[in-house]
């Protein structure tokens, strides 16, 4: 891995509820390198947006809470940042691709509006300036007559369109992370394809890293350095992404890859991992997954385990592999 860039360290975002506390994300710790893409990988509810909320310090108090833990950005813990740091850190130093474009654009205000914005705020430049760079980063992700567009409003564009200004919105600070959640869901498959490409130029051109969240392993396999695989708030499996293809460990991940459909593969049915995500209410005693896997041995059902290494770069939480160095 390269010099790190962010490091997570036992992280632990709570959300108070009458029903009871959930702990959506409970001590995940993981590193982001300079330049390098991580993916977070999980079932819906897994905790992987709550984690990139948690970085950004967006979580709604009440009812959500950080509970502990430490988010150190470029050897700075972002949650002991004072209102006005954090503020100068979201979207000039981190920025964020929303999963849906439309809820995360402001319908009243034009594109070039939404995107000087940012621009005017963090980089103190003026409003003809900010138009100019506003027009060359939607050039930069490939809209078609963005000085048009610049003057449009998020409803008169198409949703891969939107998309590409969440983009172009994300990097006009040239940021040092992007967190990606989720940039292709809803879009067809063509255009998936053409946002990955410009996310993938995008990093070597200014030579940012990024934060993918998806539950997509194809664009996992296409995109990522590193993966980290999380369940009901908690990491059960990291390693470099090669290696977690070639050689699964977790049940869970390698029920995930399972699921992936292959190209002349005769199935009648995809593979889905049988039984239900738990209440995060109430969680079952021992490993969380354990009521679904065929694996589980008596103590998964009693003791939970902790994140060990098996290999190098590549550690699990499964009592298969107690014997990890």
């Known amino acids: 891995m390269e010099e790190k860039l962010l490091e997570v360290r036992n992280l632990r975002t709570y959300f108070y509820t009458e029903e009871g506390v959930v ?33 950004m310090r967006l979580i709604p108090n009440p009812p959500g809470k950080i509970e502990g833990g430490e988010i150190v950005f470029k050897g700075r813990d972002l949650l002991k940042l004072d209102k006005n740091e ?38 103190g430049i003026g409003k003809s300036e900010a138009r100019k760079v506003a027009i060359e980063m939607l050039e930069l992700v490939k809209i078609p007559r963005a000085g048009n567009i610049v003057n449009c409003y998020p409803h008169e564009l198409s949703g ?23 940039p292709t869901t809803a879009l067809d498959v063509t255009i998936q394809a053409q946002i990955l490409d410009i996310l993938r130029d995008l990093k070597e051109k200014v030579n940012t890293s990024i934060m993918l969240i998806t539950h997509d392993l194809g664009v996992v396999a ?17 390693s470099p992404v090669i290696e977690l293809y070639k050689n699964p460990k977790h049940p ?19 593979y889905s991992i049988p039984g239900q995500v738990p209440n995060p209410l ?8 354990n009521p679904r896997c065929s694996m589980a041995k008596d103590i998964c059902r009693t003791i939970a385990p902790e ?8 550690s699990v939480s499964c009592w298969l592999y107690e014997g990890g160095e």
């Not at 006009?172 to 967190?179: M, S, T």
């Not at 990522?224 to 499996?237: C, H, P, R, S, T």
């Not at 109430?282 to 997954?289: A, H, Q, S, T």
């Not at 994140?307 to 590549?314: A, I, N, Q, R, T």
Request: proline share 3%; with cysteine; charged share 25%.
């Open 23 to 55: 702990k959506a994300v409970d001590d995940v710790s993981f590193k982001i390198g300079e330049k390098e893409t991580l993916a977070v990988v999980g079932e819906s509810g897994c905790g992987k947006s709550i984690t990139a909320m948690s970085i």
């Open 86 to 123: 954090i503020r100068n850190v979201r979207g000039n130093q981190i920025s964020v691709i929303f999963q849906e474009p439309m809820t995360s654009l402001n319908p009243v205000f034009t594109i070039g509006n939404q995107i000087e914005e940012s621009l005017i705020l963090h980089k």
């Open 160 to 182: 891969g369109m939107r998309q590409r200004v969440m983009i172009a919105m994300a990097i006009c600070c040239n940021p040092k992370l992007i967190i990606a959640d989720e």
């Open 222 to 238: 296409e995109m990522a350095d590193y993966v980290v695989v999380m369940y009901a708030g908690k990491i059960v499996e990291e």
């Open 252 to 270: 869970y991940t390698v029920g995930l890859l399972k699921s992936k459909p292959r190209i002349n593969h005769h199935q009648d049915m995809l």
């Open 282 to 289: 109430d969680m079952p005693r021992g490993c969380y997954f």
């Open 307 to 314: 994140l060990k290494k098996v290999e190098e770069g590549h």
